[in-house]
């Protein structure tokens, strides 16, 4: 996914995911973006340290891409007098089908195709025995 900000500053956005009481939620709040300092939101609702959110910017613009992103709740401090809660935001990557071992292994060579294919096959069959 591409990073929806692009600059340092206050976006306007829509939050969504599951809180502490398991229940989904979506709220509308303000994504504050400090050098240094990251991406922090405050919410009306406790979220559980390393929970995932999905953040989509509002905007007026129809040009603004408004797909969600996924976002990984970080350094939630407790709730303040107003009742809203502060915390940071890192974004989520999309994982890659091969172990990142192999991807680099990959390029070009061969014979660490058949290294990484050997490996992942052995993992496969300690996790299957693991299972059992």
């Not at 994504?31 to 405050?42: H, R």
Request: proline share 3%.
């Amino acid at each position: 996914m591409v990073n929806l900000f692009n600059s340092y500053g206050d976006y306007r956005i829509e939050i969504s995911g599951w809180g502490l009481d398991n229940s989904f939620f979506a709220e509308r709040t303000d994504l504050v973006w400090k050098a240094g300092e990251g991406k922090q939101v405050q919410l009306h609702r406790e979220l559980a340290e390393g929970a995932m959110v999905f953040v989509r910017l509002l905007s007026s613009e129809p040009s603004w891409n408004k797909v969600p992103v996924a976002y990984q709740v970080r350094d939630i401090l407790p709730m303040d007098c107003n009742g809203r809660c502060q915390m940071r935001l890192v974004q989520q990557h999309a994982r890659s089908k091969e172990s990142p071992a192999c991807q680099n292994a990959s390029n070009g060579v061969e014979d660490s195709r058949s290294v990484c294919s050997t490996k992942q096959a052995e993992m496969n069959v300690a996790f299957e025995e693991v299972l059992r």
